[in-house]
């Protein structure tokens, strides 16, 4: 195995590798010119003013390359016919959805090509008899929930921006959302792919069927990959029966901890709710100030834990939860009045993070941790507060150990770059520590390359640079991102 | 993408290429004693009568190489050193755990070396507060399901051979089981791994983290790829709260289309149970025969549904079952009287390979179609039969679309093979036809290497190959498997 390329120098302000430049010969128009001529229908951006708007993600504090342009694929074939002309003339790409992504993986490249993928947006196929859905890269995760529930049956994975991120970009950075502690993440979800590989040929991954073990699984490698191994053209996705309606259960407590150690409680009795959040006093009177709620804002903690497994099942779910979230010193226990109230309430969950943003400039952060180590990490995290002076609001998927510890900075601190780097790096240490992951659910893409070897280790690294090598020998499919 | 070795020529007798040969310097006896000196307390074996019990595994079709050795390591050290050795002269070795395998993905090859991982057999952790377990490969699948009991918890996948088969064989083959329909197969278990890479490089992936995105998924690269890609020595597998106790309903049909189609309504009707299990009227006969259940002996085709949901759930689970069946014309539904008597019929089932044995030389194959596609699938099977003039009985894990048509012949034909090939080709092109897989759980080996373009496409396995490049460029690791 050998390293394909060394690493770009370092930004300067984050710390984190550049975006690889462009090769020389990519800036002096032939290629944009062969574009044109080669797809006259293909809808292409090249003015700044107009490209601006497809150079970020929810990554405000990264910088983007610029692109030598912005296109819009709406077909397979012009994917294809793009990555080929692409190659040809070493340009880099960069596929990206709604731009929802909060690691970097959607950020433009330096000279590189922007392929808008939303235009490629249609429902294939709901196939209610075998439980999956055959959808296009741009349809909005929403929608394919929606559809879906036409047929009685729903779509599992929910990022916090599911009202408008896409299922291409859920599936480069293999989302998760609030119902992952029962359902999975997108990777479970994920039945085939229909990928152009860097070459310009296209194959597929999987299909219908949801035991098939011929060959390598290259579904599962290309999940998460964040387009640098492929483009995704399509998916197969698996459907489940709607569950039943929610029952909904609020538990709050005098301390975080004492809410992380209620998680540990229920994980360790066996408890597997549908939803399983955590918010803490700072974020819930953020929530409740922006919403007006009603939550107890005296809290030092809340737990909302839902049940879909129906009739007495659902009950009986609660009935434990509510015990362990009691026994582990819970100020009070109340059960959501009506259904409506629990959709109320899971919105406000997650627009924790826009709410923190109304005190200062609030940056999300993503950590994973054994689902035992949730007091642990959450006690890390308040130290590593106390320690840097600064405000850090808490919400997250609990019950998956995934947590969302979130730098509020006033506005005008000039230091703030550098206090958030602080944190993060104290935060991310201690959650290896503790034998978790830097990101749990938001990818790597450019906001945690530089802890790639960190947490999975240098052989391990090198493994996925074979990898990457082998099938993207050029090196054009969105550069400097993951690796 | 380069492809890394041309194909080796096919076997004459089954029509599979055959395993690669040794290079010539691996027969001068310089590996042998390298292994004996580097490694004194390495158990090996080379007399051929005693390396003959670790030549083959359950396909006694196939035709395995002769190996120079056989190896019995008991750490991760003692591997990484056997494949140091190994790769300097260019020896080829074989991973295996019990020979369960049913592909030949355990098979010896010529001139190689087999690493019987047995001994490794550890249960490292059972790390109840996180539902997880830690073992090593040579854990026996049921050992493990014990210990998880012994903590109120329980491992999901359950090949047949689980009282025998090892975990390391399951990653390696990503083996699936009766209780896949509700609760995924081997990879879906897996959370993290140890491997040690045909460097002799040693690597973790993933750990005991739920959700983890950092990187590319290495984790379910290595499940499934048969120890092509690296010797795995250690696993983290998601341990589940123990079920309610099973509900088991029995259903009889006049053919076994009927069946099928009760099947294909069972899943469009949400039903997800725990165990979804066809047998036909030749596997029923057989079963009856050899074990002496009562079984309906008139009967075309049978299905066993069980629930665990527990409780109201569970009943109203199989009153759902039982309504699908008779709407599909069955002729008796009957519940089992108590859960003795349920686990009598599970091993039934489990051994109904074992049972259409007693009749003659007995093959079990393995296809896989989308969900509503069995009722064609079961018709296309039937057809083979009569074209073909030969018995073929059908079993299999019917509510995942997973089949098992199990070709019986008299042990004196002497055109068993000829007759067998012909009736599998037919049987692969019409699951192929229907969107299906030649392999739903068996894996790829030998016996499937053969039908990987025939299913993938060229360009995947293009991908494949080029990956199985990256990570083992001198192509040491099994090789002749999968590829």
Redesign the interface.
């Known amino acids: 195995?050998s390293s394909p390329e060394p690493d770009a120098p370092p930004d300067a302000l984050t710390g984190h590798p550049r975006q690889a430049g462009a090769p020389p010969d990519a800036a002096d128009g032939s290629f944009l010119d062969r574009l044109s001529s080669d797809l006259p229908d293909l809808r292409v951006l090249t003015d700044p003013d107009e490209t601006e708007a497809y150079r970020h993600d929810e990554t405000p504090y990264l910088h983007p390359g610029r692109p030598l342009g912005v296109c819009f694929p709406t077909s397979t074939g012009q994917v294809q016919a793009i990555v080929r002309l692409a190659a040809d003339h070493r340009v880099p790409l960069v596929p990206r959805g709604a731009g929802s992504g909060l690691s970097g993986g959607a950020i433009a490249v330096e000279g590189g090509l922007t392929l808008v993928m939303t235009g490629m947006d249609a429902i294939l196929e709901i196939?209610?008899?075998?439980?999956?859905a055959v959808v296009q890269p741009g349809v909005i995760n929403a929608e394919l929930g929606r559809a879906a529930g036409e047929h009685?049956?729903f779509y599992a994975p929910d990022p916090a921006s599911y009202e408008w991120c896409t299922i291409g970009g859920n599936l480069a950075?293999?989302s998760?959302g609030l119902r992952?502690?029962k359902y999975g993440?997108t990777?479970?979800a994920v039945l085939g792919l229909e990928v152009v590989?860097a070459?310009g040929?296209?194959?597929?991954?999987g299909?219908?069927?949801?035991?098939?073990?011929?060959?390598?699984?290259?579904t599962?490698?290309f999940?998460?990959?964040e387009g640098t191994?492929g483009v995704i053209t399509e998916a197969t996705l698996r459907l489940?029966?709607?569950p039943s309606a929610r029952l909904t259960l609020l538990c709050f407590f005098g301390t975080v901890r004492e809410a992380g150690q209620a998680v540990?409680t229920m994980?360790?009795d066996?408890?597997?709710p549908a939803t399983l959040e955590l918010l803490d006093a700072f974020t819930i009177r953020a929530v409740d100030a922006a919403l007006h709620l009603g939550l107890d804002a005296d809290a030092g903690a809340m737990l909302m834990v839902e049940s879909d497994?129906?009739?007495?099942?659902a009950e009986?779910e609660l009935e434990l939860a509510a015990r362990a979230a009691g026994a582990c010193g819970a100020t009070s226990i109340v059960r959501s009045a009506d259904p409506a109230e629990a959709d109320w309430l899971r919105e406000a969950r997650r627009r924790a993070h826009w709410s923190l943003e109304q005190a200062g400039v609030a940056r999300m952060d993503d950590v994973?941790?054994?689902?035992?180590r949730v007091p642990e990490m959450l006690a890390a995290i308040e130290r590593v507060a106390a320690d840097q002076g600064m405000r850090i609001g808490v919400f997250g998927?609990a019950g998956?150990?995934?947590l969302h510890p979130t730098y509020v900075m006033d506005r005008d601190d000039p230091a703030a770059e550098a206090r958030i780097d602080a944190a993060r790096a104290a935060i991310y240490a201690a959650a290896l520590e503790l034998?978790?992951?830097?990101?749990?659910?938001?990818?790597?893409g450019v906001a945690?390359r530089g802890?790639?070897e960190a947490?999975?280790?240098g052989?391990?690294?090198?493994?996925?640079r074979?990898?990457?090598?082998?099938?993207d020998?050029l090196g054009i499919l969105n550069p400097g991102k993951?690796?």
């Open positions: 195995m196939d209610a008899e075998n439980l999956c009685g049956l950075e293999n998760g992952c502690v993440v990777r479970d590989l070459d040929s296209v194959i597929r991954t299909g219908k069927n949801v035991k098939d073990v011929l060959g390598y699984d290259l599962h490698l999940v998460g990959s191994l489940l029966p709607m540990a994980t360790r066996g408890l597997v497994a129906g009739g007495t099942a009986a994973g941790v054994p689902r035992r998927h998956d150990g995934n034998g978790g992951t830097v990101s749990g659910e938001h990818g790597t945690k802890y790639l947490q999975r280790g052989d391990a690294v090198r493994v996925m074979a990898v990457k090598a082998a099938l020998p993951v690796l």
